[in-house]
């Protein structure tokens, strides 16, 4: 498990972040912040080449959109899990240690630790620190959080792509709150979690400029957070089945109320899998047992 530290950090740790950039894939589209369209109150959180989308009445992030620049990914260690508090926000607006301790919740990276982590040294290094912050965490079952089939598989097979290609891509992260989302020490437990990736396709030499394209993903961790409800406030029971699924960007945008862009429009579900006729031409929810089954 992760260290117990939750001190907040001092002011000028955080000073200068310029978060993400909405113009990171030029020349295509700008994908913008993804702000909630249900009118929730979010505060926007810059960090080193990503940012967060906080609610500070569910104390946990709304979502996080992170720029991933595959030609110049580096390896940082991972520098000891040095867990801490935003101070830009009040502590009691932030879910820090009292929710993973003595337990088997993983405080698990909403932006991947790598993901961020490019660029000059110092900047490298500087986004890989603040991938620690409790605003970058989600309440995770640890198998859940660390399955290569699951939640860390689809993160591997993401970023692999980028950097195999040398790729730039855009990940939006995050829960998929539910107002009936169980209690536990004070935080209401999310049932999903989705991520949507976006990156412009490659065009031969001549051709026209390169198109926007985006997948979505949704996974499931509904068995724990159904037994956590029944569970005491110090027992966190085994974990059971698990579901992942490749969906349409448009479900992702429905599921959140979050203002996902371009990306909605840019869909490559539609062209990669069959069309469900019986859903009116909707692409339908495809299971994924594993990587192997995910479509970029």
Same mark, same amino acid.
């Given at each position: ?27 295509? @589209? ?8 249900? =009118? ?8 080193? /080449?990503?940012?967060?989308? /906080?609610? @500070? ?25 040095? +867990? ?22 993983? &405080? =698990? /990276?909403?932006?991947?630790? &790598?993901?961020?982590? +490019?660029? %000059? ?27 290569? %089939?699951? +939640?860390?598989?689809? %993160?591997? /097979? ?103 862009? @371009? ?21 339908? +929810? ?11």
């Amino acid at each position: 498990m992760t260290s117990t530290d939750d001190t907040p950090g001092s002011s000028a740790r955080l000073d200068g972040r310029a978060g993400y950039d909405p113009r990171f894939l030029a020349p295509g @589209p700008l994908l913008p912040v993804p702000l909630p369209t249900d =009118g929730a109150e979010v505060v926007v959180l810059p960090y080193t /080449h990503f940012s967060v989308v /906080h609610r @500070p009445d569910r104390r946990l992030a709304a979502a996080t959109v992170v720029a991933v620049d595959g030609g110049a990914l580096r390896d940082v260690e991972r520098g000891g899990d040095g +867990w801490f508090l935003d101070p830009r926000l009040p502590t009691d607006a932030q879910a820090g240690n009292e929710l993973y301790a003595r337990n088997e919740l993983d &405080r =698990g /990276h909403l932006v991947r630790r &790598r993901d961020p982590v +490019w660029g %000059e040294p110092d900047v490298a290094r500087a986004a890989n620190a603040d991938t620690f912050s409790y605003t970058n965490a989600a309440p995770q079952h640890s198998r859940f959080n660390q399955s290569l %089939e699951l +939640w860390l598989g689809l %993160e591997d /097979h993401v970023l692999d792509y980028a950097r195999r290609y040398d790729q730039r891509m855009v990940v939006v992260t995050g829960p998929v709150f539910a107002e009936d989302d169980p209690e536990y020490r004070g935080v209401r437990i999310p049932r999903r979690f989705f991520k949507v990736a976006a990156y412009l396709t490659r065009t031969p030499v001549g051709e026209p400029e390169p198109a926007l394209a985006a997948v979505g993903f949704v996974l499931d961790q509904t068995p724990l957070v159904e037994e956590v409800a029944r569970a005491s406030a110090e027992q966190v029971p085994p974990l059971g089945a698990f579901r992942t699924f490749q969906v349409p960007v448009a479900d992702v945008a429905a599921l959140t109320a979050l203002d996902l862009g @371009p990306s909605v429009a840019a869909d490559r579900l539609p062209v990669l899998a069959p069309v469900a006729a019986a859903e009116g031409g909707v692409p339908a +929810w495809r299971t994924v047992a594993g990587v192997s089954d995910l479509l970029l």
